[in-house]
């Protein structure tokens, strides 16, 4: 049963970590950059949240479109003034870069809104369970797994079936090629970050709900995304939304299986340590990951 | 004997270099009797402990060109040996450091066989992976005193053989003692054949691999060498401060500046570390100082902090020195 508990919960927010994750795969297929800063861009889409929640009053699942589109400007402006002069650089400049970004974006939080730990604490779900057969669901869970589930979807639509979306696509398999077919590749890496930028905001949006914003939620929910990168193939759609539900079914079965086993050492505490050793493991012993396409 | 003549040997710098590197030595040496404050000396001390873990990484991460941000697991290793085998046996620093070097050369060529399957992004990742992983253990660990850390026992007679002493200007002879034997160590090294075949790697690892460079084996022996460096500074840190925990030895953040400092002063380069160390931990100590006595401005250093990496690695990569280059180029 709390095996069985612990599943249920765990693909619900496995599909959030895909959602959040979606954005660094989608970033890494079109132009091999990892967006260190992507954990922030979530921050950021928690705080839009919380303070259109604060100040209007305004339900906190109706304030998503303010922090997508936060996310998506974010996106889109450190493409513009950023990642457009990392480009030229050598590989290590690139990852330092985003690093500064990710630097700058935490401790703007820190300036703006402080170190306090902040949750919403009105709102139409907001401390609200249901129960399905033997199981009981936060609502706010539930919302942001289905509403996740959704983002997702649209998202893949975009990509896989249009026709914006397919040149896209190309640009992340062939750049050259896509050029000489006529793609503006350097609009297609800006979509891409504005892509990015906004689910990773819809992701913040639906976080804010049932867990804790401060200036440095960031970096923990980057490596969860790392994590899902890693195991569904850097750059591979279809595979991060399995590795997104997977790293979460891990990450909510671990400490049961501590609690089965009476261990106390295997905690709750050591949970996401344990997504730090699947990426490890992952990337060393299957680089392309489980899924992967691009090596 | 060759290979200290070769550390010793600062014969291919230009002139203004050695002057330059003449006068900073003389200052150094004289600089705990110019009247200064104790806080300017803290930041001295800080200033030369940073330049040695730059150092460190810019054997792996300069010369051969990996990302690499996990030191702060190397950092903590030195800093708990020195502190547990002090706390529980009484171990003289002198025998616990070498051991905590020991250890973190063992502890890095486990950790690194597999890590240096791993290339570009998957391997920086994969370092902090590693390092976030040390740290989640040690911050449950009750036996080293998880997250609360660890207090060293204070001598009521200062002590040479625990590196216990009541003035600051002897913790400041001990780094630079150590300081310049990682400079002298370093001049050794870009001129070894490990130097030359890591930045053959660097440019190009197909070549380097065809003319019969082992580059895994290659990587791990820079990445430990980093590792021993780090070490070194973990033990001074854990004699200097008396107390350390997790947060302060192990934190992301520290792996960062230190990568980062190497990186903003000039990697691949002697000179770049020192530079970048003598640019960011005044600029973090004298604004945090600053900054910490008005209240609503925490995060502002950190702030500008963060433009200054943008900016050098959008415009220039090669960091302090590689502009001083450009300058001197454009003068000849």
Redesign the interface.
Known sequence: MLVIDALLQGILIGLLFALVALGLTVI?GVMDI?NFAHGEFLMLGMYAVYWTNYFLNIDPLLALPVSAALGAVLGLASYYW?IR??LR?????????T??????L???A??LF??DYRMIDKGVLVGKSYSIGPFIFEGTKLAAGILSLISFAVVYYFLYKTKTGKALQATAINKEAATYMGIKTDRMNALAWVIGGGTVGIAGGLLINFYYAY?MVG?LFV?IA?ACV?LGG?GSIKGVFYAGILVGILEMMFPVFGQLIGSD?L?P??K??VV??A??II??VR?QGLFGWKN | MEKLKDALDFSDFSKTERICFIIFTIFLLVFPWLGVGSFVKTVMIQFMLFSLFGMGWNTIGGYGGQVELGKAQYVGIGAYTVALMMVWWKVPFWISMPIGILIALGYSFIIGYPLFRLKGHYFAIATICTSLVLKDIFDNWNLVGAAKGIELPIHEHPDFLYMQFKSDTYYYYFIMGLFYIAIFYMNWFRKSKLGYQLRMIKDDEDAAESLGIDIRWCKIKAYSIASAFVAVGGGFMAVYNLYIDPASVMELSLSIKIALMAMLGGAASLWGPIIGAAFLVPLDRFLGSWLGGHKGLTGIDFMIYAMLIMIVSAYQPKGIWGIIEQFRKRGR
């Open positions: 890494f990892v950023l002069y990392l650089g050598p590989a290590i400049a690139q990852l330092f870069g690093f500064g970004l990710m630097l700058f935490q401790y703007l820190m300036f402080s170190a200036p970096i490596m790392f890693a850097f050492f905690g505490h050591f996401f340590t730090y050793l990426y490890f990337v060393v680089p």
